[in-house]
């Protein structure tokens, strides 16, 4: 049996050698007109929606209000005062109102005797007055116990966020001392300095939120850390909550995206149509 189907296979075999098949045409694939319109609605729609490339720019900001804060974080979220002040660590985290993660870094003090950074609610006699608002919460960077004018932790105060922001700053003041300058200096991820901004400042006894504010902001998010610092040596810093803003997409941008969207699923309707005209 076995020998009888190889023998068959080889007359089959052989009748095929003969008679040579007919080559078979060969397609030729044509892009679909349906296809065509898809695939340029798509790119185009992905080219439109692409971030575009900037260079950032940084800019001085020193007025709060025209930072454009989305976040905030209030010192107070480090737990209760217990007068005068609350010792904190010279590192610690801490959370923005909108969830963003924030590390606090003060160096240790070169002087001895004085205290490690200090939190404490500005107020009237027999409260602790600045010129901070009355009832903000003060980190102060730490100082040595005594009467006026106090050896002070000069810092830097430096501040660190768990993702980069675009725009961030708060109001500073130096303990006992009048007129100081105050700096402002912005890092990337990559510890790169993108920028620093230096102004004059004031401190006293008024309460009245006349403390300066020092903020900066980017074109785009690329703000990982700050580091606030005075020009006296031997004084505490102090700063109140910390304004933040975070990259969003301006409604500008929002709204020309989705007349572009909507142009572009209008032309892909109209091939589709004129595709299934011409298939009919």
Same mark, same amino acid.
């Given at each position: 049996?076995?020998?009888?189907?190889?023998?068959?296979?080889?007359?089959?075999? !052989?009748?095929?050698?003969?008679?040579?098949?007919?080559?078979?045409?060969?397609?030729?694939?044509?892009?679909?007109?349906?296809?065509?319109?898809?695939?340029?609605?798509?790119?185009?729609? !992905?080219?439109?929606?692409?971030?575009? +490339?900037?260079?950032?720019?940084?800019?001085?900001?020193?007025?709060?209000?025209?930072?454009?804060?989305?976040?905030?974080?209030?010192?107070?979220?480090?737990?209760? +005062?217990?007068?005068?002040?609350?010792?904190?660590?010279? $590192?610690?985290? +801490?959370?923005?109102?909108?969830?963003?993660?924030?590390?606090?870094?003060?160096?240790?003090?070169?002087?001895?005797? +004085?205290?490690?950074?200090?939190?404490?609610?500005?107020?009237?006699?027999?409260?602790?007055?600045?010129?901070?608002?009355?009832?903000?919460?003060?980190?102060?960077?730490? !100082?040595?116990?005594?009467?006026?004018?106090?050896?002070?932790?000069?810092?830097?105060?430096?501040?660190?966020?768990?993702?980069?922001?675009?725009?961030?700053?708060?109001?500073?003041?130096?303990?006992?001392?009048?007129?100081?300058?105050?700096?402002?200096?912005?890092?990337?991820?990559?510890?790169?300095?993108?920028?620093?901004?230096?102004?004059?400042?004031? $401190?006293?006894?008024?309460?009245?939120?006349?403390?300066?504010?020092?903020?900066?902001?980017?074109?785009?998010?690329?703000i990982s850390r700050l580091v606030y610092s005075s020009s006296e040596n031997n004084r505490a810093l102090g700063i109140n909550a910390l304004s933040i803003a975070e990259a969003v997409p301006e409604p500008s941008n929002i709204a020309a995206t989705a007349v572009a969207g909507a142009g572009l699923a209008l032309f892909a309707f109209k091939l589709k149509r004129s595709s299934l005209s011409?298939?009919?």
């Open positions: 049996m076995i020998c009888q189907k190889i023998q068959n296979f080889k007359v089959h075999l !052989l009748q095929r050698q003969r008679t040579p098949e007919r080559a078979k045409p060969i397609a030729q694939k044509t892009r679909s007109p349906k296809t065509s319109a898809a695939g340029i609605a798509i790119a185009t729609l !992905l080219i439109l929606l692409a971030p575009p +490339v900037q260079a950032a720019n940084l800019t001085f900001v020193s007025d709060r209000a025209t930072l454009g804060a989305t976040d905030r974080l209030d010192w107070s979220v480090l737990g209760p +005062v217990q007068p005068p002040f609350r010792v904190l660590p010279n $590192s610690f985290s +801490v959370t923005s109102e909108q969830g963003l993660g924030i590390n606090v870094s003060i160096p240790r003090a070169a002087t001895g005797g +004085v205290t490690p950074p200090l939190l404490f609610q500005t107020l009237p006699s027999p409260g602790i007055a600045t010129n901070f608002a009355s009832g903000d919460f003060i980190l102060l960077t730490g !100082l040595k116990p005594g009467p006026p004018p106090a050896v002070g932790n000069p810092g830097p105060l430096t501040i660190t966020f768990d993702r980069p922001v675009a725009a961030a700053g708060t109001q500073i003041a130096v303990d006992d001392v009048f007129l100081f300058t105050a700096s402002i200096s912005a890092f990337d991820s990559a510890n790169n300095l993108l920028a620093s901004f230096s102004t004059q400042g004031t $401190s006293s006894l008024a309460l009245d939120n006349s403390a300066q504010f020092l903020g900066v902001r980017s074109d785009v998010a690329n011409l298939n009919k």
